[in-house]
């Protein structure tokens, strides 16, 4: 697990103005490397999640979307980063009753079907 300390030790989400974007604030986050699941990398990508939420509080943000962190060019198992992803935002928005939108961007029928499949699994 050393690498799982040092890459949270290192990366952290940065937030900057939207400018010509339709969104006013971007946070800006670097997700895991898929290392076949034994490197700590679920918890580096909740960790991930947990600490765009918390600048998401700081800066009174209503409503927030995420694509699929680390699935991508990072090949993190998509049905498992949308069941991290789900029960991160489910925690959340459990103990924070000012944000009123988190939105879990799917890009394609396949990612729609797993996250959908990750919220009936988690958000029972």
Known sequence: MPHARRFARRVRPKITKGYKLPARWVIHTVGPVWHGGNHGEDDLLASCYRSCFALVEQHGIKTVA?????????DFPMDRAARIAVRETKQFLE?????????LVCFGTSAL???????????V
């Open 66 to 74: 995420f694509p699929s962190i680390s699935t991508g060019a990072y």
């Open 95 to 103: 103990r924070n009753q000012s944000v009123e939108q988190v939105i």
């Open 113 to 123: 079907e797993i996250h959908q499949a990750a919220l009936h699994e988690v958000w």
